[in-house]
Each structure stands twice: as structure tokens, then as C-alpha cells.
């Protein structure tokens, strides 16, 4: 679950589960589900990367995440750009108690338990070498993905990448850590603590998207986006689920926004509804 190297063009975000990193995230430290996958890539970190953030030997964000990959604990980190209405995130805690919550506007999990070394960790980066701008949740292949908010989808890459991670080298090539499929989807209610942006959430890693669903669909919570896989730099099939919130109209749909800077990746559990007021 932590990344290396530079996730270049896509900004994705990758998972492995051993390699990703050696500290549990303050976030979902409860979650440990020893088996599973995460981002490969854990151990040496450096500046966040193309839209995964993370970067390590695993590598951060299939799909070009660039980042530096795990770290050590992150306790109340993710922090948006000012300049995007940001300023830091306190880390909520996802214990992995019930994900319900009032909010009209608010993210619910995919499916999944979050591994050792699986959770939201040091981001912005202070040169740990084991960040980690996401969460993993590893689950079998296969299993179906629900939208975890109602939107559109932003963006698709959907190339039937292989699974990359060398369990040998524990790492991944250049060309594996840009690699990997994903969604992306916009939320229509934009960012829920920060109601004037847009918010878009990124579901790595996945075993194709669910038929019919392309850029500009429209989706409702709950529906099936996509499949749990391993694709890209992974040790085993999880979703490395990424947060993102930039100024409203920053992008258009079919863009890619840019998912490797802490300053507008956002933790996950911020934005889960058990979490948001």
C-alpha cells in the first residue's frame, strides 16, 4: 500500500500489502486484515507522485501516482490547498464501525478490510519514506464495487492491465508504477466539508468497470462502478481508494485532475458519513 517512484501521467494510486509501508494509519488502525492486498510499494518515499501519492518501491498510484509511499503515522493529516478553500484535515478515526451517518452529502466505503500498513499515512510528506495518501481496502477479486457517493463518472482507465508487483524484488518497474485501471468518480454534491468545491473519488486497482458505465454516466450510491482486482503494482486484489477536492469547475468531466499533490488530496475517512456532520 505505500508507493515508490513516480506515478507519472495518470495519478493513480497504488496498493500492495507488504510492501506498502510499515506503519498502520490513525485512520482505520483498527482494520487490520493481515491477508489481502495493498499497494506494492513501501518502503522509500519521496515527493508525492502523479495521482496516487505514494511512493515507494511499490509504487504509488498505478496509473501515475508519483509519490512517495508510506509513512509513518499520520494523525490528523490530509491537508487541502488554501487555495482551494483547504487548510488541514483532522484525520478522522475509521474504526470500522457502521459507515451510516445523516449527511446529505457524504462518502460511504467500498467493500473490504484495511491491512497492516493499509491506511491513510503521511501526507503531506515529512520525508518519512513510507507515505501514503490513500486507503486500502483488500477484499477477493471480483467482488463488486458500489459508488460511494452520487456523481458522474470523471474518468476511466480501463485497459485490462496485469498484475505488476514482483514478489521477488518487492517492487515494481517504472512502467508497472504506471500502471494499473481505475474510476474516478465527481460527486454532485461536491466536497462534503467543503460544499463549494468539487470532490472526486478514485477506486484503483479494479478488475474492470461494471458494463454500460463510461465517462458522463451518471451513478447513485450504490451502484456497481467497477470489480475489486490487483491490476498494476498490487501484491494482492484490494481498492486504493483516494480523495481529491480542488476548486469548483478546476476540471471538466473526461479531465484527469491532478491526484498526486497533499494539497488537495484529502484522507478518506474525513469525508465518510459516519464522520461528517
Known sequence: MRLRGLFAAFGLGLLGLVACGSNDDADDSSLTGGAGGTDASAATGGASGAAGAGGSAGAGG????????????????AVDAAAEGGGPDAGASDSGATDAGAAPCCLTKPPGTVPTNGGWNDCPYSGSGRQHAAIDYS???????????????????????????????ESCSTA????????????????????????YVRYHHIDGVNAGLAVGSVVKKGDIIAFVGDSGCATGPHVHLQTATFAKGK????????????KYLVNPSTRYCKNVP
Open 62 to 77: 498505478a496509473a501515475g501516482s508519483a509519490g512517495a509511499a508510506g509513512g509513518g503515522p499520520d494523525a490528523a493529516s
Open 251 to 262: 476540471y471538466k468531466v473526461g479531465e484527469l485532475p491532478v491526484f498526486y499533490d497533499c
Open 139 to 169: 477484499s477477493k477479486k471480483g467482488t463488486p464495487i458500489p459508488a460511494g457517493m452520487d456523481g458522474v463518472v470523471q474518468y476511466v482507465r480501463n485497459k485490462n492491465d496485469p498484475k505488476c508487483y514482483d514478489p521477488v524484488t
Open 176 to 199: 508497472c508504477l504506471s500502471s494499473g485501471d481505475f474510476i474516478m468518480i465527481k460527486s454532485a454534491c461536491g466536497d462534503p466539508l467543503k460544499p463549494g468545491n468539487d470532490f
